[in-house]
């Protein structure tokens, strides 16, 4: 994933609303934070402003659905799914093995700032 914009000139200003993890890795251009689910476990649903991607990073079976309805089935390690900008989404681990994922923010300067 690439960023082309301008960095966010701070780190508030483009917070996830209902990540409750904490990032892992967090600069001006990206905001990496992983997750771990146990069997039937879901994150709070969840907002982040920046291009985001959702990468499974063990084995198990992942849905990252959208306010829509809409599911992205994850299956194995590597497994990925994008979400635009201001996509409401949540991430649940629907196999019976705890599954881990990290989520990936590109982060950039926003026209409000």
Do not use: Y
Not at 34 to 43: D, I, M, N, S, Y
Not at 89 to 94: K, L, Q
């Amino acid at each position: 994933m690439m960023n082309s914009g301008a960095p966010p000139t701070d780190g508030a200003t483009d917070r996830p609303e209902g990540m409750g993890a904490d990032p892992q890795l967090e600069n001006e251009w990206f905001r990496s934070c992983r997750v771990e689910l146990g069997p039937g476990k879901e994150t709070p649903t969840q907002t982040h402003k920046n291009p985001t991607v959702v990468v499974q990073v063990s084995d198990g079976l992942t849905h990252v659905t959208r306010t829509d309805g809409i599911t992205a089935k994850l299956t194995e390690m590597g497994d990925w799914t994008w979400r635009n900008p201001e996509s409401i989404f949540m991430i649940r681990n629907a196999g019976n093995i705890p599954v881990s994922v990290v989520v990936d923010a590109a982060r950039r300067a926003s026209s409000n700032q």
